[in-house]
Antibody
């Protein structure tokens, strides 16, 4: 079954940067479109952004609150997805999940990694 | 403000049936996109309960079922059990240019 494992979360000061990783396995990563979703403490789920497969152009899209500050990339040779977060704000504090779906439309999520932005 | 609307809370006694509704619009649920449902226990990642509107992953009891009509979807839980007490989220897709994946705000299920 699809496996997604996020890492890289931690405590960072406002204005700082952090890079999250998502190690993917048990599916054809280079064909997959990958999303990041986040959940602030006590809040609901929020789509952050997406990267398409290279065969579909490899383009990225972002939610308005993170556009211009966050950047999604992928290394298909390492089956790894990244989320580079710059100019972090306290409101970016959340658990960040990487997600994808299989050919049947079944969604898969990782276990998440916590990012805390605080001085 | 979530794109999909869910009631903040629902409750039911053990053994009863509860239904959680998820209301969208013509750009998401009404456009025919799949609806997924998740169960989230405190401190854990969302767990997939229903995918593709009415399909259960392996291991999910048949007490959980999903349906869709027009611009709304629903999750029904029958034979309510104490371990069903959790937050439930609906998810769909949207053909807007800005946000392709949309969520409900979540519903807290309390088992009385």
């Amino acid at each position: 079954e699809v496996q997604l494992v996020e890492s890289g979360g931690g405590l960072v000061k406002p204005g700082g940067s952090l890079r999250l990783s998502c190690a993917a396995s048990r599916f054809t990563f280079n064909h997959a479109w990958m999303d990041w979703v986040r959940q602030a403490p006590g809040k609901g789920l929020e789509w952050v952004g997406r990267i398409k497969s290279k065969t579909d152009g490899g383009t990225t899209d972002y939610a308005a609150p993170v556009k211009g500050r966050f950047s999604i990339s992928r290394d298909d040779s390492k089956n790894t997805l990244y989320l580079q977060m710059n100019s972090l704000k306290t409101e970016d504090t959340a658990v960040y999940y990487c997600t994808t779906w299989d050919d049947n439309g079944v969604p898969y999520w990782g276990q998440g990694t916590l990012v805390t932005v605080s001085s | 403000q979530s794109v999909l609307t869910q009631p903040p809370s629902v409750s039911g006694a053990p053994g009863q049936r509860v239904t959680i509704f998820c209301t969208g619009s013509s750009s998401n649920i009404g456009a025919g996109y799949d609806v997924h449902w998740y169960q989230q226990l405190p401190g854990t990642a969302p767990k997939l309960l229903i995918y593709g509107t009415n399909n259960r992953p392996s291991g999910v009891p048949d007490r959980f079922s999903g349906s869709k009509s027009g611009t709304s979807a629903s999750l029904a839980i029958t034979g309510l059990q104490s371990e069903d007490e959790a937050d439930y989220y609906c998810q769909s897709y949207d053909n807007s240019l800005t946000v392709p994946v949309v969520f409900g705000g979540g519903t807290k299920l309390t088992v009385l």
